[in-house]
């Protein structure tokens, strides 16, 4: 028996597949106490036989299955495995030589921990204004998760380089294989209502190479669409942490519900606009126009997303239902009045009292005075006394520096 | 006339300051546990000035920073710090060039800095004497580099070649760092994006009329609230409000990611000045990150006489134009007309008209003007600059 598996789901992808089993071959971690998964997931160019060639030091474990999304192809990997610990890597990850005893190290502190790894990117021949926003986009996620007093959510979840005890993820019923689309969210979304203590491993390092262009990020925006139904069908009440909902309600809710009745119409006439507006970025591009590029390509994102939205709900009828659904929800559920905290005997105290709570919703005080009120918000890990700082700091300055100033 | 500079803090608030019978002014520069917070302009009497009967401007200066810094105090909490942070090697780098005077004033105060480890070199753009090098050579910790192609950016380029370690941190030789300004620039560089960091320039001495038209035409302060710049939050190709090269610190894998400075810029050059606001604009271009951060601060002492005054104004025109042409012509950037259209609206004839009418406080015409005749000759300067920077290199 190994103290850690790493489940390395593949599809048609030898040779990366190959530079990541190298990768781990070079571990600080010793070799001889973990062993490495493969689940071929309806591979037809050759992966199986190329792994069962192969000379590595790795103890490997190769299962092959038809193709039935990554999602089953984890489950299938976890249900082989032997490791009290399990480490989920994408095929197309190099991972940097401390990456696992980085994982250990966190795991070993609580057993009720999910660590995320740091996926640095490496751009493969995007260019232009995208290749920059790409980036961006890509280390804002660490970036975000780095920053102290951070409140994880379930969208923090990426099943690229993450690891958790096999104990937790067999008692939460691993992933669910319905999802073809965003079943990391999914997992990510029962771990967090499961108490899980999610955190950022910088350490845990893996190269990321990144081959996506600006035509498949918005065929991506479709399927995520497609995803949201499926979520919001599963989980009403989650649908108020997607985009959707915050278009619906934001101000331009309306122009939205517009554009979805168009979308359910006449999609092939809309889909042609989309794709000629798509061309017009090009010139917005050349003319180093950047600000009327960002926002045209966000009406775009938002057109695909809610093109994805309509084909999955079938029709009109249905999204309005479900919509609706989720309106009656707001505010509801198993949400319990407030916690009170008062911060006038100090932060520390007030950390310690937060963190013997951890309620989902707080109303702050300083004695007499009152602070400021704290959302519960769905789908997001409870509060903890490494939150209180930053919230005080960032949302709270004012009523803070006022209490303060009166107190005295 | 004359202004003097002074140098506060909010929770030792003196009740007097005497002894400044030399001056009519003061600029009083307020910290907060050692945190720039404001700064304001106060008349001194009979060589004096009294705290108290000022309070209420000085909080008026002070307010939204101050209030920060309080909470962030009473929280223990610094929107800086990042939970794995590890602190970069830094290298400091001088660029300098005949002026030694000024040089030994800042080494002496860069030897003062806490030591972390870091290195110090001097790039000796081509000075004309030995001076600049027998200086050096007296400082143990300090690395001689004597760079032959004339150029402040060809300095600065060699410096990213040299330094050997993460973070190139700049100062110009004739300002002096204060005892935080490296730490503070470090902290700043707390995650990937973020390829540079500026800081705070405040004026070492404002003892002639030259230097007080300096400071109030053409501050090198960008106030006194931390921002982070990139492309998201404006047009990349404004870097008025960025920070300035005389304070600046870069990842020295710049040279990698975004390229070297463009030697056909800055002091050395027909463009005289620039060559940083180009850098600026072509990190933020790229999708990184520069931060403006107050508490990075350093004194410039600004040139004494008004032709030296003049020839800076000057200077200032011709790189600015000279940038902006090449932003338009090689980059397609048409926005830069924009830039050069409210520069002009907003700023220079404002002032124009202000010293055509003798209104208080203005700047003298032939410096303005000054000023506008360079951003005329700076349309041309870009491409005569180039030519030259060229011929050199084929030499």
Known sequence: ?408 | MATAVLDLDFKRLPFDISNLSHYTKALLLVRYNKVPVGQLTIPVTDGRIIISEHYISLLKAVGPALQENKINEYLGWNERNVINYVQPSVTVAVCTRDRPEDLRRCLDALMQLPNDGQEYIVIDNCSSTDETRNLVQKYKAVRYIYEGKPGLNNARNRALLEARHEIVAFTDDDAIPDTGWLQALLLNFNNPLVMGVTGLTMPLELETAAQELFERYSPFGKGFRRVVHSATLHNPIATGKVGAGANMALRRNVQFEVGFFDEALDAGTPTHSGGDHEMFARILVSGYRIVYDPCALNWHRHRRTTEELRQTLYGYGVGVYALLTKHILLEREFSALKIAFSWFKHDQLPALYRSLLRRPGHVATDLILAELRGCLVGIGAYFTSRKRAARSKSL
């Open chain 1, 1 to 408: 028996m190994k103290l850690i598996s790493v489940i390395i789901p593949t599809h048609n992808r030898k040779s990366a597949l190959l530079k990541t089993l190298t990768a781990l071959t070079a571990q600080t971690f010793p070799l001889n106490n973990f062993e490495v998964i493969v689940v071929a997931d309806g591979c037809n160019d050759g992966t199986t036989e190329m792994l069962e060639g192969l000379d590595s030091p790795l103890g490997l474990t190769i299962i092959e299955q038809v193709g039935n999304g990554a999602a089953s192809a984890r489950n299938s990997g976890a249900s082989k495995a032997t490791g009290s610990f399990l480490l989920f890597l994408d095929d197309d990850i190099e991972a940097s030589p401390h990456l696992l005893e980085a994982h250990v190290l966190q795991l070993q502190r609580n057993p009720k921990r999910v660590v995320i790894g740091y996926l640095p990117t490496i751009l493969e021949g995007q260019k232009g204004i995208f290749r920059t926003k790409l980036r961006e986009w890509w280390e804002d996620m660490f970036i975000k998760m780095n920053q102290q007093g951070y409140r994880f959510s379930f969208r923090d979840l990426l099943s690229g380089n993450f690891s958790l005890s096999a104990k937790l993820f067999k008692e939460i019923g691993g992933f669910n294989i319905n999802f073809k689309c965003q079943e990391d969210y999914e997992l990510g979304l029962r771990l967090i209502q499961a108490g899980a203590s999610f955190t950022f491993a910088p350490q845990a390092l893996g190269y990321h190479h990144e081959i996506t262009n600006l035509d498949r990020s918005l065929q991506r925006k479709y399927q995520e669409g497609k995803a949201a139904v499926q979520f919001a069908k599963e989980y009403p009440s989650i649908i108020y942490a997607l985009p959707i909902i915050s278009q619906f309600n934001s101000w331009y809710g309306r122009t939205y519900l517009k554009q979805l009745k168009y979308i359910f119409k006449w999609p092939s006439i809309t889909d042609s606009l989309a794709r000629w507006l798509r061309q017009y970025l090009n010139i917005l591009e050349w003319l180093r126009m950047r600000g009327s590029w960002q926002r045209l390509l966000d009406k775009l994102m938002a057109y695909w997303y809610l093109r994805g939205v309509a084909d999955a709900s079938g029709n009109n009828e249905m999204l309005l239902t479900i919509l609706k659904d989720a309106k009656a929800n707001e505010g509801q559920g198993p949400f319990p009045l407030p916690f009170i905290l008062d911060i006038k005997n100090g932060i520390d105290k007030a950390e310690i009292e937060l963190d013997k709570y951890q309620p989902v919703s707080l109303t702050i005080k300083y004695g007499d005075y009152s602070i400021g009120y704290v959302d519960p918000k769905f789908g997001f890990e409870n509060l903890r006394g490494g939150h209180l700082r930053t919230i005080l700091a960032k949302s709270f300055a004012d009523s803070l520096a006022h209490a303060l100033t009166l107190d005295k």
